[in-house]
T-cell receptor, first 114, second 113 residues
Framework: EAGVVQSPRYKIIEKKQPVAFWCNPISGHNTLYWYRQNLGQGPELLIRYENEEAVDDSQLPKDRFSAERLKGVDSTLKIQPAELGDSAVYLC????????????FGQGTRLTVV | GNSVTQMEGPVTLSEEAFLTINCTYTATGYPSLFWYVQYPGEGLQLLLKATKADDKGSNKGFEATYRKETTSFHLEKGSVQVSDSAVYFCALIPLLYAGKSTFGDGTTLTVKP
C-alpha cells in the first residue's frame, strides 16, 4: 500500500514569490491534515479536511496561505507571497477517521525562503 | 489550551542502555496520547498510542503508560539499539476536538555502539 505522497521534497524560493505543495493521501482516507514543522519543534496543525470540507482552519494564516482539496482526494497548499518566516517543513498526513485514529505522515516538503 | 511538554534533548546513550523520555500534557478531559518517531530523512511514524487512563501502548520494545494522575505518558525501552536513533514526538488528541492534535517539540535520541 502506498503511503502519503508529497511533492516536491525540497523547494527554495525568493521572498514574495508564490509556492505550492501537493499531497496525495492514502487511498480511502477521508481525513487530510496539513502541518507546519519549524526547526527543532513539533508539527503544528494548519488545516484539517474531512473529505473536501475544511473543518478546522483556525491556524491557517489566511492572508497568504490557502488550501484546497478538490474531490476529497489530493490536496494543495499554497503560499502567496512567501515570507522569510515561512521557511519550514510542511507535512501532509491522512487518516481513516478522527478521534484516536492514527495519522499517517508523508515525508514533507522542506521550504527555504531566501 | 492543550499542550505537551517533552524532556529536552539531545539524549545520547550507549547501545543496550535503558531509555526514558518524559512527556507530560495539559488537556481538557481525557485525550488520546501518542508517541511518534521520525527517522532521518523520513516522515513521522506512529510508534504507539493509548486512548484511556492506565492503558499501556507498546511497539518494537518501546512502552508508555497513560497516567491520568500525573498527566504523563513517558516513553521507555529496556535496551536501545543504534537503529533507534531518531527524533521522538509525544502528541495528544483531545476527546472533544477530534483530530486537533498537539505535538511536543521532540526529543532527539542518539545511540552509540
Amino acid at each position: 500500500e502506498a503511503g502519503v505522497v508529497q511533492s516536491p521534497r525540497y523547494k527554495i524560493i525568493e521572498k514574495k514569490q508564490p509556492v505550492a505543495f501537493w499531497c496525495n493521501p492514502i487511498s480511502g482516507h477521508n481525513t487530510l491534515y496539513w502541518y507546519r514543522q519549524n526547526l527543532g519543534q513539533g508539527p503544528e496543525l494548519l488545516i484539517r479536511y474531512e473529505n473536501e470540507e475544511a473543518v478546522d482552519d483556525s491556524q491557517l494564516p489566511k492572508d497568504r496561505f490557502s488550501a484546497e482539496r478538490l474531490k476529497g482526494v489530493d490536496s494543495t497548499l499554497k503560499i502567496q507571497p512567501a515570507e522569510l518566516g515561512d521557511s519550514a517543513v510542511y507535512l501532509c498526513a491522512s487518516s481513516s477517521g478522527t478521534g484516536s485514529a492514527e495519522a499517517f505522515f508523508g515525508q514533507g516538503t522542506r521550504l527555504t525562503v531566501v | 489550551g492543550n499542550s505537551v511538554t517533552q524532556m529536552e534533548g539531545p539524549v545520547t546513550l550507549s547501545e543496550e542502555a535503558f531509555l526514558t523520555i518524559n512527556c507530560t500534557y495539559t488537556a481538557t478531559g481525557y485525550p488520546s496520547l501518542f508517541w511518534y518517531v521520525q527517522y532521518p530523512g523520513e516522515g513521522l511514524q506512529l510508534l504507539l498510542k493509548a486512548t484511556k487512563a492506565d492503558d499501556k501502548g507498546s511497539n518494537k520494545g518501546f512502552e508508555a503508560t497513560y497516567r491520568k494522575e500525573t498527566t504523563s505518558f513517558h516513553l521507555e525501552k529496556g535496551s536501545v539499539q543504534v537503529s533507534d536513533s531518531a527524533v521522538y514526538f509525544c502528541a495528544l488528541i483531545p476527546l472533544l476536538y477530534a483530530g486537533k492534535s498537539t505535538f511536543g517539540d521532540g526529543t532527539t535520541l542518539t545511540v552509540k555502539p
